[in-house]
C-alpha cells in the first residue's frame, strides 16, 4: 500500500488553497495537514510538522519565496517543495532548484499535471514541461560554481585561459612580466578560490563555466 504524503499549502488565496486541498485529497494518497497565509506561518508549520511535501505560492504579500526557501529546506530537509507561479517561467526553475525545490508548476496547470507531478517526486523522478525542451530549455551548470569563478581577478582569468588553451606556465610569466614563481602564487589563489586542489580540476571547472558564460572575460 501506498504511503499517505503529509503535505502543507502556503499561500495567499484561501479558496484556491481549499480547492487545491480537496483535489490532493480526493484519491487517499495525501493528507493536508494545513493551510497557511503568510511565510511566518509557512516556517513555523513546515518545521514542525516535517512534511512529505509543501506547495507554496511563488509571489507572497511579504516578498517571493527566494527570501523564505532555502530556510524552510534547511528546517525540513525530505520535504519536497512545489513552487505555483502565476505564470509558466522556466527561468525560475533553475534558481528554485538550486535553493532547494523540487519542482515548479503554473497555478494554470490542469490538477492531473500537478498529481503527475508529486507522482514523479513519490518515485524519485523531477518534472519539467515537455515543451520547454522543445523551445530549448537546458540545464545550465549551478551557479554556485559560476560564483566561484567570478570571483578570480582579471589576471587570474588571464592566466586560467591560457592554461586551458594548453600554453606553458613560463610563457604565460613571459606574457604577463612576472616571474615563474608568480605564475605558481597565482595558481595556488585560484584553486582556493575554485575550491580545487589539482591543475586539472581547475581546468575543467573552469572550462565549463567558461564555455557557457563567455561574457565573463569581457
Not at 136 to 147: H, K, N, T, V, Y
Request: proline share 4%; aromatic share 8%.
Amino acid at each position: 500500500m501506498m504511503k499517505v504524503w503529509r503535505g502543507i499549502i502556503v499561500g495567499c488565496h484561501p479558496t484556491s488553497m481549499l480547492g487545491t486541498k480537496l483535489i490532493l485529497e480526493e484519491g487517499g494518497e495525501l493528507e493536508i495537514l494545513g493551510m497557511y497565509s503568510t511565510w511566518n506561518e509557512g516556517v513555523y508549520n513546515v518545521r514542525e510538522s516535517q512534511p512529505d511535501l509543501v506547495l507554496a505560492d511563488y509571489q507572497m504579500p511579504e516578498g517571493n519565496v527566494e527570501s523564505i526557501l532555502p530556510e524552510m529546506k534547511s528546517s525540513s530537509p525530505n520535504s519536497h517543495f512545489i513552487i505555483m507561479t502565476e505564470e509558466e517561467d522556466k527561468t525560475l526553475f533553475q534558481p528554485l532548484l538550486e535553493l532547494g525545490a523540487s519542482g515548479i508548476l503554473s497555478k494554470g496547470a490542469s490538477p492531473r499535471q500537478l498529481l503527475l507531478m508529486i507522482d514523479g517526486l513519490r518515485e524519485g523522478f523531477l518534472s519539467i514541461p515537455f515543451d520547454w525542451i522543445e523551445k530549448g530549455f537546458r540545464l545550465a551548470p549551478s551557479s554556485q560554481g559560476l560564483d566561484a569563478v567570478m570571483q578570480l581577478t582579471q589576471t587570474e582569468m588571464f592566466i586560467m585561459e591560457r592554461i586551458v588553451q594548453g600554453i606553458t606556465y613560463d610563457k604565460i610569466a613571459l606574457e604577463i612580466e612576472v616571474s615563474r614563481r608568480s605564475i605558481d602564487n597565482y595558481l595556488r589563489k585560484i584553486y582556493v578560490k575554485l575550491e580545487v586542489s589539482t591543475r586539472a580540476q581547475a581546468i575543467e571547472k573552469f572550462a565549463l563555466f567558461s564555455r557557457q558564460n563567455k561574457q565573463i572575460y569581457a
